[in-house]
């Protein structure tokens, strides 16, 4: 059974510094992170394609956070830097099993999902 489990979520103030990550049990091509807010649609952040390397960056967290994958290549992390109240939200994991020198930031494109670990950031 695949299971993708994040941890790491919690309260942080504006400007502040947070990581996420995500322990998966098996090996993936391409590797997510989305975020859902209250009321809003959830949207793909930053992802990485596992063979190649290769990441994108949603446009509102670029130069603000940092995908990463774990030395052992089952462990996914997410650095988060100048964190706004706007970055508050449910963030998850997702493992698709396509691509792999690319990725994509689309959830059309991930097999597996965790359940998620809650981002709040406020003063």
């Known amino acids: 059974q695949v299971q993708l489990l994040e941890s790491g979520g919690g309260s942080v103030q504006p400007g502040g510094s947070l990581n996420v990550s995500c322990s998966e049990s098996?090996?993936?091509?391409?590797m997510a992170w989305f975020r859902q807010a209250l009321g809003k649609e959830r949207e793909g952040i930053a992802c990485?394609?596992?063979?190649?390397?290769?990441?994108r960056y949603i446009d509102s967290v670029k130069g603000r956070f940092i995908i990463t994958q774990g030395s052992v290549e089952k462990t996914l992390y997410l650095q988060m830097n100048s964190l706004k109240s706007e970055d508050t939200a449910t963030y998850y994991c997702?493992?698709?099993?396509?691509?792999?020198?690319?990725?994509?930031?689309?959830?059309?494109?991930?097999?597996?999902w965790g359940q998620g670990t809650q981002v709040t950031v406020s003063s």
């Open positions: 990485i394609g596992r063979r190649g390397g290769a990441t």
């Open positions: 997702a493992a698709g099993l396509g691509g792999g020198l690319w990725c994509s930031l689309d959830d059309r494109d991930y097999d597996y």
């Open positions: 098996i090996y993936p091509d391409t």
